[in-house]
């Protein structure tokens, strides 16, 4: 077996995910905010990208001055229109964020 | 001496009263008579004159002073006289400082006379020697030169007179006087010390340093005296030279000055303070990592420069940080299968399904159903509401989810069981028992929290026909095949080696189906340590074994073998001597279970019907056999509230319910007729129970009524039911079918006492 999972299970993950009941898309963004993969057009990515991400360091950066041994797991942002869910990174500063639009 | 110190030229009215008792003291010993007042405030300079008691009235308020006359002893007049007379037209001193009244009138008396004060009577307290002359009327001035002794100063000769009567004319300047020319002359006068207090110099008793001391401060003083006049000593002045100033200029680049904040948040110290406390311990490739995310995070702290880099990195970060940049870049591939990622995923996968399945899961978990208040799907709501209303009397099984996916469609589930620990974990095999194809199989563990997918996937090259989950190691899970392969998987980790033992190595395997394994805690063992589990298996060979975990694999120890009995159709009431078919006349097994309590008794469901009771020391005997079946007992369940209850489902179309005591059933349940396949107690009630005939489930209450089950659910069309579990700790009862969906049904409207005791039900 693998030391690491492989890309396909990854794929497969994703293709779950995206053909769940309501999601509308997928952003996968990296370290510096720079969306990687994603279903979405273009523009709205990144937008999308640019302002999630802000909103990722602030909330963050609200639980860990609460307790710095805490950290943000999980972050989800229901609108009236749509909820967007964010799962931000394990590294301390690092955000491979992946969000996406539900 | 002390004549000469007694000389005053003038009445001393404005001396110090101290002064003057201290200085006639000093100098006579005779007595003196005061009279009149004398105020501190007098000052040093005597005035019997009225202008200067004036000054002095002027400067502080004063009684109007009579004349004093001293007397001493004998009666002499030794008034002393004063020194200072006023002349009408003097020019009035300024007021205000001491010394000025002392200069002012001294300069003018200089003009005056020559007459000279001792000094040494005021030496010694006012520390200051005032110029010889002071002003003496005429009448006084030979008489006091003669009798002056020293003097520290030279005398200056007064000027003529006439200048003071020039001076005095200049009193009464008029306006016309102001543009007349004005000589001034202006003289040095001679070195007025102010003070002289002569070295005191703390001898100290090292006769050494006192003499060198000594004789240098002679040398010195010597150089002083011959200093002057001395060939030796030349007067020379120096000039610096000032060089020629040059002008020069210089130009820079304008420094650009860039405003830089950042937040000193507590989040940032504590990983400032753990990054150094961990640095030194990491390797070297970690290093760069970790100070470019530092710098990337202190350039997004800044946040104002938000397209110029901060001012505060060095370059090499700089250049760190672009080799850092680009390698993200050409590799997203790598972050996608970092773990870290894969958990995210995992999360968010978990996520959604919870918001699509909450409704059904807080069933589940029986919470209150949230009704999503965004929710724009209006009249589906409606409708179920309907429907919940009118299925509300009677109870029924309610369907919540399903756990299916692709993976598993079509394929036959045989066996599903939680996990001791997590009691949202569940596994499910698939797979065909065909005794023909060795068919490969699937056990899939799933999660409450992800009914879309399972949570682990294996494969397995034989059917599997039983699973049970490990009490003491939750994660291990121990599977029995068809092919008589018993193997243990271990469901901990999605990427590691799944299966850690397997039976196919073992001489004494087992060869044909293994229809159960159990695990089961024995008795505390002879060290003291946690009860032993045990993996059982009951295998169509007819023997039942006990398999251990060793470092080779698993090695397996007989516990019983299960004998044919002669003729099925007797009823053996205590069938305690051996039958004497020995050999090879064993009788598959094909269900077993342990004693809830006492985990040394067993019951064996056989193929010929019978139901042994056995026990783990004995390996050669049965306890006890029960005997009413005609058909292979397909399920046996002791119930988990009454110790001496158990039931056994049969292929004879039968569910029975026994006790322990008693070898006949106490009481016997039909409904449909077909061959029941499981029969299952309810954890959570104790009148309860679930079996499965194939076509349906039924779900019995005791209580209710022994006669009739008292929910029939039917499978769907085409679909057999093959299994059945109830979740603890709520009522909901998960069905297996055939075609590979674990269906969910949450029990309605089942009116149960919890505390009720099936003997009491069984008694009435």
């Given at each position: 077996m693998p030391p690491f999972p492989s890309q396909a299970e990854v794929e497969e993950t994703l293709k779950r995910i995206q053909s769940q009941n309501g999601v509308q898309g997928i952003i996968i963004v990296n370290t510096e905010g720079i969306p990687i993969k994603t279903t979405l057009d273009n523009a709205s990515t990144v937008q999308y990208a640019g302002l999630i991400h802000q909103l990722v360091m602030k909330a963050r950066s609200t639980v860990r001055d609460i307790d710095p041994q805490n950290d943000l797991t999980f972050l989800r942002v229901r609108s009236k229109k749509n909820e967007i869910m964010i799962a931000p990174d394990k590294d301390a500063f690092s955000n491979k964020t992946s969000f996406l639009l539900y | 001496m002390k004549k000469s110190s007694l000389v005053f030229n003038s009445s001393s009215r404005a001396m110090n009263t101290s002064v003057a008792g201290h200085q006639v003291s000093q100098s006579s010993r005779h007595k003196w008579n005061f009279a009149g007042s004398q105020t501190r405030r007098n000052s040093i300079l005597v005035g019997g004159s009225n202008r200067k008691r004036n000054i002095l009235d002027r400067n502080a308020n004063q009684a109007p002073r009579k004349p004093v006359r001293v007397l001493d002893n004998d009666g002499?007049?030794?008034?002393?006289?004063?020194l200072y007379h006023a002349?009408?037209?003097?020019?009035p001193s300024k007021p205000g400082r001491f010394l000025d009244e002392i200069f002012s009138s001294s300069e003018s008396d200089q003009l005056k006379s020559t007459s000279s004060f001792n000094m040494r009577s005021f030496g010694s307290f006012l520390g200051s020697s005032l110029p010889s002359s002071l002003s003496t009327t005429a009448s006084m001035t030979k008489g006091t030169e003669d009798s002056v002794p020293k003097l520290d100063i030279p005398i200056i000769p007064p000027p003529p007179c006439g200048q003071r009567k020039r001076d005095n004319v200049k009193q009464h300047v008029t306006e016309e006087m102001l543009d007349d020319v004005v000589d001034v002359c202006l003289t040095e006068t001679d070195t007025i010390s102010l003070f002289d207090l002569p070295p005191l110099i703390f001898m100290s008793e090292d006769a050494d340093d006192t003499k060198a001391i000594k004789e240098r401060n002679l040398q010195y003083a010597e150089l002083c005296k011959n200093?002057?006049?001395?060939?030796?000593y030349v007067e020379r002045s120096m000039q610096t030279f000032s060089g020629a100033p040059k002008e020069k200029q210089i130009q820079t680049d304008k420094i650009v000055m860039v405003d830089e904040g950042t937040f000193a948040t507590i989040w940032d110290i504590y990983d400032s303070f753990c990054d150094q406390n961990k640095n030194p311990e990491s390797e070297k490739a970690n290093n760069p990592e970790t100070t470019v995310n530092t710098s990337k995070g202190h350039e997004k702290r800044g946040e104002k420069s938000s397209s110029t880099l901060s001012i505060g990195s060095t370059i090499g970060s700089l250049l760190e940080m672009e080799t850092c940049s680009l390698n993200a870049e050409s590799n997203p591939e790598l972050i996608m299968l970092t773990e870290s990622f894969q958990h995210s995923l995992l999360v968010m996968e978990r996520s959604i399904v919870a918001n699509l399945f909450q409704p059904k899961l807080a069933a589940y978990r029986q919470l209150p159903i949230i009704k999503d208040p965004d929710s724009t799907v209006k009249p589906e709501t409606e409708e179920k509401s309907e429907e919940g209303e009118e299925s509300s009397s009677s109870p029924t099984l309610e369907r919540l989810w399903a756990f299916s996916c692709e993976l598993t469609r079509g394929w036959n589930i045989t066996c599903m069981v939680w996990n001791k620990e997590n009691p949202d974990l569940l596994a499910v095999a698939y797979g065909d028992c065909d005794s023909t194809n060795q068919k490969p199989s699937l056990i899939c563990c799933w999660s409450l929290k992800n009914p879309t997918w399972p949570e682990r996937v294996f494969h397995c090259h034989s059917c599997v026909t039983s699973l049970d989950f490990s009490a003491?190691?939750?994660?291990q899970l121990a599977v029995g095949m068809y092919d008589g392969t018993i193997a243990i998987y271990t469901v901990q980790s999605r990427n590691n080696i799944h299966c850690i033992a397997n039976s196919s190595e073992c001489s004494k395997r087992h060869l044909k189906p293994v229809w159960q394994v159990n695990w089961s805690k024995q008795e505390i063992t002879l060290s003291g340590e946690d009860r032993v589990e045990a993996l059982v298996a009951v295998s169509a060979d007819g023997r039942i074994t006990k398999w251990l975990l060793c470092s080779n694999g698993l090695e397996c120890i007989d516990l019983m073998k299960l004998k044919k009995t002669k003729n099925s159709k007797k009823k053996a009431v205590e069938s305690k001597k051996k039958t004497e078919h020995m050999g090879s006349a064993l009788t598959p097994g094909l269900c077993m279970d342990f004693h809830p309590t006492d985990s040394s008794v067993y019951l064996v469901g056989t193929w010929e019907g019978l139901i042994q009771k056995c026990s783990v020391a004995n390996c050669h005997n049965v306890l006890e056999t029960y005997q009413?079946?005609?058909?292979?007992?397909n399920s046996i369940e002791w119930s988990p509230f009454s110790p001496d209850v158990f039931l056994s489902c049969s292929s004879d179309w039968t569910i029975q319910l026994w006790k322990q005591e008693c070898l006949t059933p106490v009481l016997s349940f039909t409904s449909a007729?077909?061959?029941?396949?499981a029969v299952r107690w309810s954890p959570n009630w104790s009148t309860i129970f679930a079996a499965i005939n194939g076509l349906q489930v039924e779900i019995w209450d005791l209580n209710l009524s022994i006669l009739h089950p008292t929910i029939v659910h039917q499978a769907a069309p085409g679909v057999t039911v093959t299994s059945v579990l109830f979740s603890r700790g709520t009522d909901c009862v998960l069905v297996g079918d055939s075609e590979g969906q674990v269906t969910v049904y949450q029990l309605k409207n089942l009116s149960v006492g919890q505390g009720k005791q099936v003997t009491k039900a069984v008694n009435t």
């Amino acid at each position: 077996m693998p030391p690491f999972p492989s890309q396909a299970e990854v794929e497969e993950t994703l293709k779950r995910i995206q053909s769940q009941n309501g999601v509308q898309g997928i952003i996968i963004v990296n370290t510096e905010g720079i969306p990687i993969k994603t279903t979405l057009d273009n523009a709205s990515t990144v937008q999308y990208a640019g302002l999630i991400h802000q909103l990722v360091m602030k909330a963050r950066s609200t639980v860990r001055d609460i307790d710095p041994q805490n950290d943000l797991t999980f972050l989800r942002v229901r609108s009236k229109k749509n909820e967007i869910m964010i799962a931000p990174d394990k590294d301390a500063f690092s955000n491979k964020t992946s969000f996406l639009l539900y | 001496m002390k004549k000469s110190s007694l000389v005053f030229n003038s009445s001393s009215r404005a001396m110090n009263t101290s002064v003057a008792g201290h200085q006639v003291s000093q100098s006579s010993r005779h007595k003196w008579n005061f009279a009149g007042s004398q105020t501190r405030r007098n000052s040093i300079l005597v005035g019997g004159s009225n202008r200067k008691r004036n000054i002095l009235d002027r400067n502080a308020n004063q009684a109007p002073r009579k004349p004093v006359r001293v007397l001493d002893n004998d009666g002499n007049d030794v008034t002393p006289l004063p020194l200072y007379h006023a002349e009408p037209g003097d020019m009035p001193s300024k007021p205000g400082r001491f010394l000025d009244e002392i200069f002012s009138s001294s300069e003018s008396d200089q003009l005056k006379s020559t007459s000279s004060f001792n000094m040494r009577s005021f030496g010694s307290f006012l520390g200051s020697s005032l110029p010889s002359s002071l002003s003496t009327t005429a009448s006084m001035t030979k008489g006091t030169e003669d009798s002056v002794p020293k003097l520290d100063i030279p005398i200056i000769p007064p000027p003529p007179c006439g200048q003071r009567k020039r001076d005095n004319v200049k009193q009464h300047v008029t306006e016309e006087m102001l543009d007349d020319v004005v000589d001034v002359c202006l003289t040095e006068t001679d070195t007025i010390s102010l003070f002289d207090l002569p070295p005191l110099i703390f001898m100290s008793e090292d006769a050494d340093d006192t003499k060198a001391i000594k004789e240098r401060n002679l040398q010195y003083a010597e150089l002083c005296k011959n200093r002057t006049g001395n060939d030796k000593y030349v007067e020379r002045s120096m000039q610096t030279f000032s060089g020629a100033p040059k002008e020069k200029q210089i130009q820079t680049d304008k420094i650009v000055m860039v405003d830089e904040g950042t937040f000193a948040t507590i989040w940032d110290i504590y990983d400032s303070f753990c990054d150094q406390n961990k640095n030194p311990e990491s390797e070297k490739a970690n290093n760069p990592e970790t100070t470019v995310n530092t710098s990337k995070g202190h350039e997004k702290r800044g946040e104002k420069s938000s397209s110029t880099l901060s001012i505060g990195s060095t370059i090499g970060s700089l250049l760190e940080m672009e080799t850092c940049s680009l390698n993200a870049e050409s590799n997203p591939e790598l972050i996608m299968l970092t773990e870290s990622f894969q958990h995210s995923l995992l999360v968010m996968e978990r996520s959604i399904v919870a918001n699509l399945f909450q409704p059904k899961l807080a069933a589940y978990r029986q919470l209150p159903i949230i009704k999503d208040p965004d929710s724009t799907v209006k009249p589906e709501t409606e409708e179920k509401s309907e429907e919940g209303e009118e299925s509300s009397s009677s109870p029924t099984l309610e369907r919540l989810w399903a756990f299916s996916c692709e993976l598993t469609r079509g394929w036959n589930i045989t066996c599903m069981v939680w996990n001791k620990e997590n009691p949202d974990l569940l596994a499910v095999a698939y797979g065909d028992c065909d005794s023909t194809n060795q068919k490969p199989s699937l056990i899939c563990c799933w999660s409450l929290k992800n009914p879309t997918w399972p949570e682990r996937v294996f494969h397995c090259h034989s059917c599997v026909t039983s699973l049970d989950f490990s009490a003491n190691n939750p994660s291990q899970l121990a599977v029995g095949m068809y092919d008589g392969t018993i193997a243990i998987y271990t469901v901990q980790s999605r990427n590691n080696i799944h299966c850690i033992a397997n039976s196919s190595e073992c001489s004494k395997r087992h060869l044909k189906p293994v229809w159960q394994v159990n695990w089961s805690k024995q008795e505390i063992t002879l060290s003291g340590e946690d009860r032993v589990e045990a993996l059982v298996a009951v295998s169509a060979d007819g023997r039942i074994t006990k398999w251990l975990l060793c470092s080779n694999g698993l090695e397996c120890i007989d516990l019983m073998k299960l004998k044919k009995t002669k003729n099925s159709k007797k009823k053996a009431v205590e069938s305690k001597k051996k039958t004497e078919h020995m050999g090879s006349a064993l009788t598959p097994g094909l269900c077993m279970d342990f004693h809830p309590t006492d985990s040394s008794v067993y019951l064996v469901g056989t193929w010929e019907g019978l139901i042994q009771k056995c026990s783990v020391a004995n390996c050669h005997n049965v306890l006890e056999t029960y005997q009413n079946h005609f058909c292979p007992v397909n399920s046996i369940e002791w119930s988990p509230f009454s110790p001496d209850v158990f039931l056994s489902c049969s292929s004879d179309w039968t569910i029975q319910l026994w006790k322990q005591e008693c070898l006949t059933p106490v009481l016997s349940f039909t409904s449909a007729q077909r061959a029941v396949y499981a029969v299952r107690w309810s954890p959570n009630w104790s009148t309860i129970f679930a079996a499965i005939n194939g076509l349906q489930v039924e779900i019995w209450d005791l209580n209710l009524s022994i006669l009739h089950p008292t929910i029939v659910h039917q499978a769907a069309p085409g679909v057999t039911v093959t299994s059945v579990l109830f979740s603890r700790g709520t009522d909901c009862v998960l069905v297996g079918d055939s075609e590979g969906q674990v269906t969910v049904y949450q029990l309605k409207n089942l009116s149960v006492g919890q505390g009720k005791q099936v003997t009491k039900a069984v008694n009435t």
